[in-house]
Nanobody
Framework: QVQLVESGGGSVQAGGSLRLSCAAS??????????MGWFRQAPGKEREGVAA???????SYADSVQGRFTISRDKDVNTLYLQMNSLKPEDTAMYYC????????????WGRGTQVTVSS
């Protein structure tokens, strides 16, 4: 079983930045897991994929965040990150970390989420 704990959410004004972190309970998912990623869900909307990173380091992004968000990981501290720059009000959502033993896009384990609110 893999446990994921997100942190770093908060309230910012449009144009600001936040960095989300996701601490994994085991290093095995960082070294052997096939896919780790970030999803988000805004009120009244379906959950959507934001960014993902494969075991080999390849990354992918939703069109809406391309060029503004960066996904990365630090295997030494079992942590996944999402650097979010140039935030927009439409980025407001609950952000979830996910991990999977399968290739991206996939999610088998979920964190509880961290709220991001962007005001105009």
């Amino acid at each position: 079983q893999v446990q994921l704990v997100e942190s770093g959410g908060g309230s910012v004004q449009a144009g600001g930045s936040l960095r989300l972190s996701c601490a994994a309970s085991t290093s095995r998912v960082m070294y052997s897991g096939s896919c780790m990623g970030w999803f988000r869900q805004a009120p009244g909307k379906e959950r959507e994929g934001v960014a993902a990173i494969e075991r080999d380091g390849r990354t992918s992004y939703a069109d809406s965040v391309q060029g503004r968000f960066t996904i990365s990981r630090d295997k030494d501290v079992n942590t996944l990150y999402l650097q979010m720059n140039s935030l927009k009000p439409e980025d407001t959502a609950m952000y979830y970390c996910a991990a999977s033993w399968l290739h991206c896009p996939s999610a088998q384990y979920w964190g509880r989420g961290t709220q991001v609110t962007v005001s105009s």
